[in-house]
């Protein structure tokens, strides 16, 4: 599967922003979607999940409350609505994509767990 994600921008404290993923090639809804982040001279981390049909998902601790992902499986897409944002939000946002085969997997925070990555969106956050 391919990954597009889209959407990222420089917006100031407080905003919100919406990113895209659009997946082409497999079937959509056979896969886990996560988004990850990646700030500069940080590690990757962890910040949203959703299982195959959409109705769990999981968060990172600091976006709780905040950050909201969905899916449209008709679409093959997965979104992250993301609001009152902070400049601690500034990084690289990445989409990604879990193939069951076999495993129990429901969501993950887990970047192993994932099979597929995009390219990334910037998303910058002002003060």
């Known amino acids: 599967v391919q990954l597009q994600a889209s959407g990222g921008g420089l917006v100031q404290a407080g905003d919100s922003l919406r990113l895209s993923c659009a997946a082409s090639?497999?079937?959509?809804?056979?896969?886990?979607m996560g988004w990850f982040r990646q700030a500069p001279g940080k590690e990757r981390e962890f910040v949203a999940s959703?299982?195959?049909?959409?109705?769990?998902?999981a968060y990172a601790d600091s976006v709780k409350g905040r950050f909201t992902i969905s899916r449209d499986n008709a679409r093959n897409s997965v979104y992250l609505q993301m609001n009152s944002l902070k400049p601690e939000d500034t990084a690289v946002y990445y989409c990604?994509?879990?193939?069951?085969?076999?495993?129990?997997?429901?969501?993950?925070?887990?970047?192993?767990?994932?099979?597929?990555w995009g390219q990334g969106t910037q998303v910058t956050v002002s003060s």
């Open positions: 990604a994509a879990a193939e069951s085969r076999g495993r129990l997997l429901i969501t993950s925070k887990r970047g192993p767990d994932y099979d597929y």
């Open positions: 090639g497999r079937t959509f809804d056979n896969y886990v």
């Open positions: 959703i299982s195959q049909s959409g109705g769990i998902t």
